[in-house]
């Protein structure tokens, strides 16, 4: 799971060795010549569903050829799931569309790699959810095929028609949880809390050990490593909002019915310029051990603290005679102490507007600034804003005609949330002169 901005989706998280999956179609193939080509599907070649309702289980697919001297490409995966029908729910990702009935798949797959070089795995993951009612022991297929053109003499490759037989077992199998915690705060800058991490299983198998993993936004800091833990600090150096990660083994057996807390306590402390944090954390048994229902794995745990972002913005003065372009900078300023950010949705942290002044035009405005009219720019901030941040924006006005103290205001515009802990709310406010009297 992790610290999400609202623009991420859930990926396949058991992507298949190719070197061992590899279609029993594809086995035994003579090496391509120069002239000819192949394409083929790697599939499982085989897999057990649990019958227990709310089990889950990915299954990757791909498609590949054998001829690195030709590019193939817009190729197209194609799965038959009518066997699946009343047993279990398929889920497939953003590039596959299913059928109004749920009997097929069709995935677009864009560039098709060739065996010996560029291909890296399977392109597609699909999920499998056991339905209630599916009756242990049955055997299914998940039929597939793919096309594909290529710049070779063939135009079009196909795959023929292969399956992977699917069989529905009663297999024990745990299920992690955890609680759903409380909001944490108001706390002051400097405070520790201990995050409270209980699993529980609520399956019928032991799992062996688990996975911790826990994401803390920029104002929370890990207190201390614990055995077993690995620690990213959170980072200012990219686009991405600064995250950390803690990510841990922890070898203690989860018993049917047991709960279980990790042998150190987990203690984070509230840094200087936190004010609206997270953490959160997910559970998974060791080993790729499936479970029963992963939809509990997870658990996002918000941390208020007592502080304020003060956020400014400023204006410029030039002086340009009539037919002259000059450059005037306005930009945004996050005074601190805290940050902001708006980790769940991805939104801007606020809006810089620019008046143009009268007797002048923009004929070059920054990229992330957009024309609301000739006379009206809105200038986008990033997602986040950690203290000190300095953006500018320059924009070229060309002088049309030469008005003293000509003036465009500069406006800050932001969520309440962020304007109810901005301390100075004036500076939210400044002016662009052109051509200035005095």
């Known amino acids: ?146 096309q594909a053109e290529t710049d070779g003499p063939d135009g079009v490759l196909y795959t023929h028609w292969d399956s992977t037989p699917v069989r529905v077992e009663s297999v024990p199998t745990p299920d992690l949880a955890l609680a759903e915690p409380q909001p944490v705060g108001p706390l002051d800058p400097g405070d520790s809390l201990t995050a409270p991490v209980a699993v529980t299983n609520n399956g019928d198998a032991a ?52 709960t279980v807390t990790p042998p150190e306590p987990l203690e984070l402390t509230l840094a200087s310029h936190a004010l609206f944090e997270r953490f959160d954390v997910s559970v998974e048994p060791l080993d790729g051990t499936s479970e029963q229902n992963p939809d509990d794995n997870g658990t996002s745990t918000p941390v208020t603290a007592r502080n304020t972002a003060d956020f400014a913005v400023h204006g410029d003065q030039v002086t340009g005679a009539a037919g002259e372009t000059v450059t005037a900078t306005i930009g945004f300023r996050n005074r601190g102490p805290a940050w902001f950010g708006n980790i769940g949705s991805g939104d801007a942290v606020g809006t810089v507007t620019l008046a143009v002044p009268e007797g002048a035009a923009v004929v070059s405005a920054p990229e992330n600034c957009r024309a609301e009219s000739s006379a009206a720019y809105r200038c986008e901030l990033p997602y986040w804003a950690t203290p000190e941040d300095h953006l500018r924006f320059p924009f070229e006005l060309r002088v049309d005609r030469v008005v003293p103290d000509a003036t465009g205001a500069v406006t800050l515009h932001t969520s309440e949330r962020q304007a109810a802990h901005d301390p100075e709310p004036d500076n939210s406010h400044a002016v662009l002169v052109l051509n200035p009297s005095a």
């Open 207 to 258: 799992a062996h050990g688990f996975r911790l993993k826990v994401w803390t936004t920029y104002g929370l800091e890990v207190s201390a490593t614990p055995a077993g833990c690995v620690r990213t600090p959170a980072a200012v150096d990219g686009e991405d909002m600064p995250v950390g990660l803690l990510d841990c083994t922890v070898d203690t057996v989860v018993e049917p019915g047991a």
């Open 1 to 146: 799971m992790g610290i999400s901005t609202g623009r991420s989706r859930r990926t396949g998280a058991c992507a298949l060795v190719a070197a061992a999956v590899l279609s029993a179609t594809a086995l035994g193939t003579a090496p391509a010549s120069a002239a000819s080509d192949a394409l083929w599907v790697q599939s499982p070649g085989s897999t057990t569903l649990s019958a227990t309702p709310g089990s889950y289980k990915e299954l990757s697919f791909g498609l590949y050829h054998d001829n690195g001297d030709y590019h193939v490409a817009n190729g197209v995966l194609s799965l038959d799931l009518s066997e699946l029908a009343g047993v279990a729910e398929v889920t497939v990702p953003d590039h596959c569309s299913l059928s109004a009935s749920g009997a097929a798949a069709t995935c677009d797959i864009w560039e098709v790699g060739d065996i010996g070089g560029s291909y890296t795995g399977p392109q597609v993951t699909i999920g499998l959810r056991t339905l209630e009612g599916a009756p242990a022991g049955a055997e299914l297929t998940i039929g597939h095929h793919g």
